[in-house]
């Protein structure tokens, strides 16, 4: 995967802003600093930021208790969104379903769009 997607992916911002990091030199894989973006990073490579670790996950999935006052959406002018109830820096990850503002239950929250389908598409209920 290019490097400037894997970091985008890990919300270090978007392809440009990451692109900038790597260009001033912020990036260094197997300790050795990398200047382009679209350097090849491979599954055993040791990827840092400014002196940190950053550990590739492809998924990732949360099982949240949606409280009421919520919204199950990724943004909404009116109400806060379940979005803002989930620790992640990753930028792709979507509620599986959806709850009313003023349900609360179980739900599902992941960037795995397999899974989204399988879950709700009404052939598989």
Excluded: C
């Amino acid at each position: 995967m290019r490097l400037d997607k894997y970091l985008s992916h890990m919300g270090f911002g978007t392809r440009n802003d990451v692109k900038k990091l790597i260009k001033n030199g912020w990036v260094t894989i197997n300790d050795v600093t990398i200047k382009k973006a679209d350097y090849n990073v491979k599954e055993d490579d040791k990827v840092f930021v400014d002196d940190e670790p950053v550990n590739y996950v492809e998924f990732e999935y949360y099982i949240l208790n949606k409280p009421q006052g919520y919204v199950s959406a990724t943004e909404d002018m009116l109400y806060p969104t379940v979005m803002e109830l989930i620790q992640s820096q990753r930028h792709d990850l979507y509620p599986v379903g959806r709850l009313d503002v003023d349900t609360e239950g179980l739900l599902l929250i992941s960037n795995d769009g397999k899974l989204t389908h399988e879950v709700l598409s009404p052939k598989n209920m």
